[in-house]
């Protein structure tokens, strides 16, 4: 339901920006994914706020720590890799290249805690 070209343009294509409007406010008219991917009915998963919960906190523990940047090309600007996705069942992002940092020594702290 989520790659229906009716619902969204491009749905193997990652773009974000199709959920926004030209000013940057949410796009009421597109499909929110979230009221699909954990089932709906008597099959709804009943951990769906807990993992959206633990997605949220896990994101927000790793960007608070750590920079994460694309890696630089031979000229000295960012190389922006291609999003490539495993044809699993869960799919994935395959492996890509980037810089990923501590954004500073007081932060190593709250990794070895």
């Known amino acids: 339901m989520l790659h229906d070209p009716a619902n969204y343009s491009e749905p193997h294509e990652f773009k974000p920006e199709r959920f926004l409007n030209s000013d940057g406010t949410l796009n009421s008219d597109i499909l929110e994914p979230s009221t699909m991917i954990f089932g709906f009915g008597r099959r709804i998963c009943p951990g769906q706020y807990l993992a959206s919960n633990m997605l949220f906190l896990t994101m927000a523990s790793v960007l608070h720590v750590?920079?994460?940047t694309p890696t630089l090309g031979e000229d000295g600007k960012p190389k922006v890799?291609?999003?490539?996705?495993?044809?699993?069942?869960?799919?994935h992002p395959?492996?890509?290249?980037?810089?990923?940092?501590?954004?500073?020594?007081?932060?190593?702290?709250?990794?070895?805690?």
């Open 94 to 113: 395959e492996p890509f290249d980037c810089s990923i940092q501590l954004r500073s020594s007081s932060r190593e702290v709250l990794i070895s805690a």
């Open 81 to 91: 890799p291609e999003l490539h996705m495993s044809p699993t069942i869960v799919s």
């Open 66 to 68: 750590f920079n994460i």
